[in-house]
Every structure is written in C-alpha cells, then in structure tokens.
C-alpha cells in the first residue's frame, strides 16, 4: 500500500523534477521533453512525489533500453478527463507475450539477466502508485521502433483567474 495525497499540481512540473533526476544516469543519452507550449498549462490531481516516483522509474528504464547516443523522449497531453505522460525510447521494445507480465513484481523475461541492484519491482509499483490515485500505467510499441509507457491520471479544469495568471 502506498500513501497518496492528490493535490492540485502543473503537469509540465512533474516533467521538469523527472529531468532534473534522472540527468545524471543519462550516460550521454538525451531525455528530450516534447512539450506544446501552444496550449495552456495542463493540471490535475495527483500525488505529485508519488507521481514523480512513477515518471523517474520509466525514465530511468527507458535510458537502460535506450542505445549510446540514443534520445528518451517524454511527453504530456490531455485526453478527456486525464492527463496522460508519455515515455519513449528506440530500444528493443517488449515481445508481446511478455506484455502484461512486466508489470508483475519480480518478473524477469526468460532468459533475461538480473540488473544489479533491482528487485523487478519498478513497474509493478508505478502501476500501484498509479491505481491508487485512479489513474493506470500501460505499454505500447513505439512507431518506428521501441517502447512508450503512459501514466494517466486525473486531469483538473482549472480556472487561470484562481491560480493568480492574468
């Protein structure tokens, strides 16, 4: 069980805190945020610690997958009633088989080595920390090759008066 306090936050916040945390294990990889500055600022209710956990996790995944030189891509859109971050890389991608399963705790595809340090956990919990705040995190192949993983969670119509913007 995790603890989660949803407050009202800025989407693009969560994305710059996940940058500025994971810059360090780029290891000459970019993490690229492809942001539409053409639409006004997106907010939600969201644990915003928590979420940050769950943003760095498929980050710092995404970097372990991505090629020397290679690019993570992150993003953020509104659909609805959600919020939906996006993490993108051009590694290998999941066989789909193995789809579902990586997000169970402790699993490890067939013939997959252990990453040192790591527990298998990481996915299992984003999609906990997630649910708890009625949101979900989901898997998809990425065009052109990889992965993209996206958190949704819920959105907030905000009104800019309230938040002191004129």
Do not use: M
Request: glycine fraction near 12%; charged fraction near 25%; aromatic fraction near 6%.
């Amino acid at each position: 069980a995790f603890a989660v306090t949803p407050e009202l936050n800025a989407a693009e916040d969560v994305v710059g805190a996940a940058i500025r945390q994971c810059a360090a294990l780029a290891d000459g990889k970019r993490i690229h945020a492809a942001l539409d500055e053409t639409v006004p600022a997106l907010y939600g209710v969201f644990d915003f610690v928590q979420s940050l956990r769950v943003l760095v996790n498929l980050i710092e995944n995404a970097l372990r997958f991505t090629p020397p030189g290679g690019e993570v891509e992150l993003g953020v859109r509104r659909e609805g009633r959600q919020l939906v971050w996006s993490v993108s890389d051009r590694g290998p991608g999941i066989a789909e088989n193995e789809r579902t399963r990586v997000f169970e705790a402790f699993y490890r595809p067939e013939g997959s080595l252990a990453d040192r340090g790591r527990a298998g956990l990481g996915l299992a919990i984003a999609r906990t920390i997630a649910e708890a705040q009625g949101g979900s995190v989901t898997y998809h192949d990425r065009d052109g090759g990889g992965s993209t993983f996206e958190i949704r969670l819920p959105a907030a119509d905000v009104d800019q008066i309230a938040l002191g913007e004129s």
